[in-house]
């Protein structure tokens, strides 16, 4: 039982490159969360998903994407990297809505 | 709208000493009031929370908070301060539970002195 786990640990963009994060889960969860921490800062909600096939957008959406294909993973997506995305984000999954989130470790992305 | 204030954000204390880590939060409704920890290189982790009933709620790894209305506060606290607690710590609210509603506080490192 692996939790959540993110992949990948760290990247390094040049400005207008894309990539994507993966999030997975092993806990048949169906809530999925992409945040983003910046220094000084708590947490910021960008996308959620509320089971497989379903997306929305949180407090800070604009410049990602993300898909939920399946219920286990949930990407997210930078068409055209930023500067100002230069962050770590952290994936999460619940059981439902109020139930006790459980994070990954984090991906550490820096954009040039 | 619904905030959160986490006093200092640089806490040190002595390996054995009492652990006060203050939060302050606003919010229209009543509130769900979380504690969280990150360890080094870690993913967020949940020390505990408030919903509704007794006030003073006990988590993991020996920390409590009590929820204080009249005061909109939501202390955690440790009574004797263990190396492995050094951490960052985020206080977190929510008007209704909902995971999707969460305030983060900026968050508060902890250094345990030996």
């Known amino acids: 039982n692996a939790g959540v786990t993110q992949t990948p640990k760290f990247r390094v963009l040049k400005t207008g490159q894309s990539m994507t994060l993966l999030c997975a889960q092993d806990m048949n969860h169906e809530y999925m969360y992409w945040y983003r921490q910046d220094p000084g800062m708590g947490l910021r909600l960008i996308h959620y998903?509320?089971?497989?096939?379903?997306?929305a957008k949180g407090e800070v959406p604009d410049g990602y994407n993300v898909s939920r294909l399946k219920k286990q993973n949930f990407l997210l997506g930078l068409e055209s990297a930023a500067p100002s995305q230069t962050s770590v984000y952290f994936c999460?999954?619940?059981?439902?809505?109020?139930?006790?989130?459980?994070f990954g470790p984090g991906t550490r992305l820096t954009v040039l | 709208a619904q905030s959160v204030t986490q006093l200092g954000s640089h806490v040190s204390v002595s390996e054995g000493a009492l652990v006060l880590l203050r939060c302050n939060y606003s919010s229209s409704v009543p509130p769900y009031l979380f504690w969280y920890v990150q360890y080094p290189n870690q993913g967020l982790q949940l020390l505990l929370k408030y919903t509704t009933g007794a006030t003073l709620v006990k988590g993991i790894n020996g920390f409590e908070a009590e929820f204080k209305k009249s005061e909109t506060s939501f202390h955690l606290t440790k009574p004797s301060a263990h190396m492995s607690d050094a951490a960052e710590y985020f206080c977190a609210v929510s008007p209704s539970g909902s995971a999707r509603q969460l305030t983060f506080g900026s968050g508060t490192q902890l250094t345990v002195l030996p």
């Open positions: 999460a999954s619940s059981r439902d809505d109020t139930d006790t989130q459980y």
């Open positions: 998903s509320v089971g497989e096939g379903t997306t």
